[in-house]
């Protein structure tokens, strides 16, 4: 799959969805994290652009589950054990006419009695067909040149569920069923020889012409449907369980509108178009479960002029109105495939929990290092079903460290300690006098109420001053409106000469860093320029 251009996410005009946040409303740095923090550079960020975040996904065996309950893959299924020991087929390997209406009353297609409709046995011959793609079926010639199918070797353990086999099969079937969606989308409506004729092509031109026209719709067929699907990947990912389902013309305003700008009447045109496009592909996709879709309801289409539907209009719609214009969810099984697809393709697409799975040191490395990372979510996989204590434990002894991280590691176990909740007290009360722990210790615990902690020493509370501002600038790469903020909270009082005359003497590696910030986005000038000569001092000292 290529990775997409990032659009704007703003609800088009007409689906009434203005308050949906997806992906592409956020910064990056709110996505993937702060790139800055890890030395990347203007260049390394539009790479970055193409990251895609990690998602959840169930286990493997609930995954071979659903995609065993998809109707199309378990007709399949049992087209291939009905060939059992043999079957007869013609030269294609299709079924022979006598057991097309068996085989549709077999897969419940058709009632057991009576006439079978022909769109029932046009249905079973397109299952069959996917057996024989997937080898679930085999194809050979007897010695009396009999055409024949016997199951294949994966059948048995398919049957049984095995996750690996399932979603192996899986996966190649929703791969063939995503490129005959393409294949269909790109045909044209008329036959590229009459209109090299009406042309006055030369005999042979209009072969290559409609072959090249052909071709080239096809590809921007690939890329609309490859680009929609990284969307609603992203999509899924950051939704909270539940609304995962995304308008049709939202999806399509990802996809069309540049980042920034607002709908133009020539842009919601082409919205239309894209969620036209889109309409049978999705179609295509929900049929191997990859996505839930409710498709674009066909009496939208003006009949008349028999072109297409006026989707998107100025006015905001209620939810059932908008509805109408399709819906579209992409399913744990969809969120699988597509993660196999990018990284076939050499996407970093992690998954949630992967960080997680080593002790507290080897976890808060992890986060601090990895650029395509959700940290909260980490430290939730990581806490979970812990002992409380004995895991603050763990995490404190993690934190410590004058390193390049350090301050971001203290920050993390402190986020990882909310998760613990108050259980992890009396570990936290352990660190009250550790030098590097105690301040955010002591602030921990007054947090939740207690009463009875000490208030920290001069130098912890000035040490702890920076290593928070140094966590945040790690944190946020240098996002100035949120640093702003952060210092507006500073205990900068009315002789700030005097408290920068402490703050640049604290040994701390980020000391000199914390000031320089300070001294370019204070407000007040006065203090502003204050900083800036401490970060002077603490420069020269080191």
Request: hydrophobic residues 45%.
């Amino acid at each position: 799959m290529a990775g997409r251009r990032r659009k704007n996410t703003g609800a088009s005009a007409g689906e009434g969805t203005a308050e949906t946040v997806l992906p592409a409303d956020m910064e990056l740095q709110d996505l993937y994290g702060a790139f800055a923090a890890h030395g990347l550079d203007d260049e390394d960020l539009d790479d970055a652009a193409v990251l895609v975040p990690p998602v959840k996904l169930p286990p493997e065996q609930e995954l071979a589950d659903q995609a065993k309950a998809v109707p199309m893959f378990g007709y399949a299924l049992a087209l291939a054990r009905w060939a059992a020991p043999h079957r007869a087929v013609d030269e294609f390997g299709d079924l022979v006419e006598a057991d097309r209406a068996p085989a549709a009353r077999l897969l419940g297609l058709a009632p057991a009695e009576g006439e079978v409709p022909e769109e029932a046995e046009i249905e079973a011959l397109r299952a069959w067909s996917l057996a024989c793609d997937l080898d679930l079926v085999e194809l050979g010639t007897t010695a009396e040149g009999e055409h024949v199918a016997v199951p294949g070797p994966d059948l048995e353990p398919a049957e049984e569920g095995d996750p690996e086999i399932v979603l192996e099969l899986w996966l190649t079937a929703a791969g063939i069923v995503r490129e005959l969606a393409v294949e269909a989308d790109s045909m044209p409506e008329e036959s590229a020889e009459g209109a090299d004729a009406e042309a006055g092509a030369e005999p042979g031109e209009e072969d290559e012409d409609g072959l090249s026209e052909v071709e080239e719709a096809r590809d921007e067929a690939a890329e609309l449907l490859d680009e929609a699907l990284q969307v609603l990947y992203e999509t899924t990912a950051f939704a909270e369980p539940g609304n995962e389902t995304v308008p049709l013309g939202v999806l399509a305003a990802l996809l069309v509108v540049p980042e920034g700008e607002e709908p133009s009447e020539e842009l919601l045109g082409d919205i239309t178009d894209v969620m036209v496009s889109l309409d049978p592909m999705l179609g295509d996709l929900a049929e191997l479960g990859l996505l839930d879709y409710r498709p674009i309801d066909p009496e939208l289409f003006d009949e008349e002029e028999g072109t297409e539907p006026a989707v998107v209009g100025e006015e905001p719609l209620d939810e059932e109105e908008s509805a109408r214009f399709g819906l579209v969810r992409l399913t744990p099984l969809g969120q699988y495939g597509i993660r196999q697809w990018l990284l076939e393709d050499g996407y970093d697409a992690p998954l949630v929990g992967e960080l997680a799975q080593g002790d507290a040191a080897e976890l808060l490395r992890a986060v601090c290092e990895s650029v395509n990372v959700l940290p909260d979510e980490e430290l939730r996989v990581w806490t979970t079903g812990r002992e409380p204590v004995a895991a603050a434990r763990e995490l404190l002894a993690a934190a410590r460290g004058s390193d390049a991280y350090g301050p971001l590691r203290r920050m993390l176990c402190v986020s990882a300690l909310d998760l613990l909740g108050a259980d992890a007290g009396p570990a936290v009360r352990e660190v009250l006098d550790d030098p590097e722990l105690g301040g955010a210790a002591r602030a921990w615990l007054t947090a939740r109420g207690a009463t009875d902690v000490p208030a920290p020493d001069r130098t912890m509370t000035l040490w702890t001053v920076v290593d928070t501002f140094a966590a945040q600038l790690l944190d946020s790469g240098g996002d100035a409106g949120l640093l702003r903020e952060l210092i507006i909270d500073l205990p900068v009082k009315g002789d700030p000469a005097a408290w920068f005359g402490e703050l640049w003497r604290v040994d701390h590696p980020y000391t000199a860093d914390v000031l320089e910030a300070i001294g370019e986005l204070h407000l007040d000038r006065a203090v502003a320029k204050e900083a800036r000569k401490a970060a002077f001092k603490a420069r020269s000292k080191s």
